[in-house]
């Protein structure tokens, strides 16, 4: 429940939800107040999931809002197969690969995000065959009898009128997605159309996995200088130069940026209510944002 996750929550509770709990086992900091609305200053120290639940609940009283105030980590399978979409936001790479596996063996969508300062992503997986409708203007046909010359005759598109249709989309799994084979020829043809967030979220969930956290501008300076190590050892392990991140790519990746949360976050809520509600393509499967750019980029990865 920090700054994307509120976004998260807030969004699905407004679209009207039968249900929705809020899992975080953290404590309420400055930074946590600072990042997400729905704690209020005075309730510092108190369990962020808890002290998240009365504003969420207010948004909406017909969604059946909950707190869990329990690790992610420590959760059985059993925990998660209980819901129709399972959301995680900073949680390591390790447990965000073992839920996408877990669920979507049991036909339960995933969704995965991020806000790292200027950057944000958000990747969903909704198993092999997602089926969903999409609304496409009607196709007129022309009548047998016409004799009205040869354009009578030709369809025609009436914007009035739309009919539905159903589609089915397959989606790779995290661990794929994340485990390219960079070496392999057709990824390098691919390498040019991948931004360069997919290899900054390498960096920073690695950063995440070896120290427990986040980077923290308290201690920026140790921060940034192992994140550039770290940038050279996976870029390497890769196959690929470490000057697809530039040098001063430490400065825009510190904190929860609110603006940052309300964009993914945006994507990431609407994502959710589509695949719930099996409407409209969805997004597959990275969404990537730069701040720096001023614009989000939606990018298609993985096998086809």
């Not at 969704?111 to 969903?132: K, P, R, T």
Request: hydrophobic share 40%.
């Amino acid at each position: 429940l920090r700054g994307l996750g509120a976004e998260v929550a807030k969004n699905l509770i407004l679209a009207g939800v039968k249900g929705l709990t809020m899992l975080d086992h953290e404590l309420v900091t400055e930074e946590s107040c600072r990042a997400q609305f729905l704690i209020p200053v005075s309730n510092q120290g108190q369990n962020r999931a808890q002290a998240s639940l009365e504003r969420a609940q207010y948004l909406n009283p017909m969604v059946e809002v909950k707190a869990d105030t329990d690790r992610v980590e420590t959760k059985p399978d059993e925990f998660f197969l209980q819901f129709e979409a399972v959301c995680l936001t900073g949680c390591s790479r390790d447990l965000m690969v073992r839920v996408d596996q877990l669920c979507v063996r049991n036909n339960i969508k995933v969704f995965c995000g991020d806000v790292f300062g200027y950057h944000g992503y958000m990747f969903s997986d909704l198993g092999q065959d997602h089926n969903y409708v999409e609304e496409k203007p009607k196709v007129v046909k022309p009548k047998t009898e016409s004799n009205d010359g040869p354009e009578a005759k030709k369809t025609k598109i009436d914007p009035n009128e739309t009919t539905m249709i159903k589609k089915t989309a397959c989606f790779c799994s995290l661990k794929l997605a994340l485990e390219v084979d960079w070496t392999n020829e057709k990824a390098k043809s691919s390498l040019k159309h991948t931004p360069v967030d997919y290899f900054l979220l390498h960096v920073l969930l690695k950063f995440r996995t070896d120290k427990g956290r986040d980077p923290h501008p308290e201690s920026f300076e140790a921060d940034a200088m192992l994140l550039r190590q770290i940038r050279d050892d996976v870029l390497e392990a890769m196959g690929l130069s470490s000057e697809l991140l530039p040098h001063d790519f430490v400065s825009y990746c510190f904190s929860e940026m609110a603006p940052v949360c309300a964009v993914v976050g945006g994507v990431l809520g609407q994502e959710v209510v589509k695949a719930l509600s099996q409407r409209d393509a969805p997004h597959k499967n990275f969404f990537f944002f730069d701040g720096m750019k001023g614009s989000g980029v939606v990018d298609y990865f993985g096998p086809k």
